[in-house]
């Protein structure tokens, strides 16, 4: 295995985790700042109001996502098993 093909499954790999940790990290970032902009309107400060939302929103995400990231890591390990046994 050269260089170029070790960092080009580096790189796969590198965007393969982007790709799948970006909507977790994108929702649970929106439910923050929704959950702030309230705790800051109404002055509620409880650190464990935004848990709940959060984890909520993941879940559902999970749910939507799911089946399209199991996918993606099927396809990925495939292509591992493929350039392992290829040589």
């Known amino acids: 295995m050269t ?3 070790v960092l080009d499954v580096l790189y796969q790999a590198f965007m393969l985790a ?9 929702i649970s970032m929106v439910v923050g700042v ?3 902009v309230f705790q800051a309107a109404t002055q509620i400060n409880e650190q464990t109001l935004t848990f709940v939302p959060k984890f909520l929103a993941i879940l559902a995400v999970m749910g ?3 089946g399209t ?3 993606m890591l099927q396809e990925f390990f495939r292509q591992m098993v493929a350039l392992i046994a290829g040589g």
Not at 19 to 25: D, I, N, S, V, Y
């Open 3 to 5: 260089e170029a093909e």
């Open 18 to 26: 982007l790709r799948l940790a970006l909507p977790f990290l994108l």
């Open 34 to 36: 929704v959950i702030s």
């Open 64 to 66: 939507f996502l799911g």
């Open 69 to 71: 990231i199991l996918a």
